[in-house]
């Protein structure tokens, strides 16, 4: 990336965005790489199919320093030549997008690589916590060890 441009970065926020319009921003701010990577979450209906709303809260502040500082690492140790993080909060229906991650490198493995690190790591370690709410109440969503497990590669 040329000196002087801005880097995508990390945003927490609660509202919704349009996949294709930030994917198609991410990817006309890359000059120099040959590949780009997109990878969105979305909210996955409980196993009884009547989930009305993940509820997902995090720390203002705390957050946005923790998944930046990732995403810098990532950049880092994929040879990145940028990378970004959206990642929402607040209350979400089923399907509604939680979080986008993209990545350009000049190669596709670093591409898909500094993804895949970015995603294991938002799903088991990012400081956010989600509570399913449906028909048979409330509960929070508890750690995967299959995704703990997903970290041990890195």
């Known amino acids: 990336m040329a000196d002087g441009a801005r880097r995508a970065g990390t945003r927490i926020q609660a509202e919704p965005f349009d996949l294709g319009l930030e994917a198609n921003a991410f990817a ?52 990145l030549a940028d990378a970004l993080v959206i990642h929402r909060y607040g209350p979400l229906a089923p399907h509604e997008p939680i979080m986008m991650v993209a990545t350009a490198a000049r190669h596709r493995a670093d591409a898909f690589a500094g993804a895949e690190y970015l995603m294991d790591w938002l799903k088991s370690r990012a400081p956010f916590w989600k509570k399913e709410v449906s028909g048979q109440g409330a509960d929070w969503v508890a750690a995967r060890d299959a995704d703990e497990s997903a970290l041990e590669r890195w």
């Open 28 to 79: 006309a701010a890359q000059t120099g790489a040959g590949a780009i990577v997109t990878f969105t979450g979305v909210v996955r209906d409980v196993a009884s199919g009547d989930l009305a709303v993940m509820e997902i809260e995090h720390y203002p502040g705390m957050t946005e320093k923790a998944v930046e500082a990732f995403r810098a690492e990532a950049v880092a140790r994929f040879k």
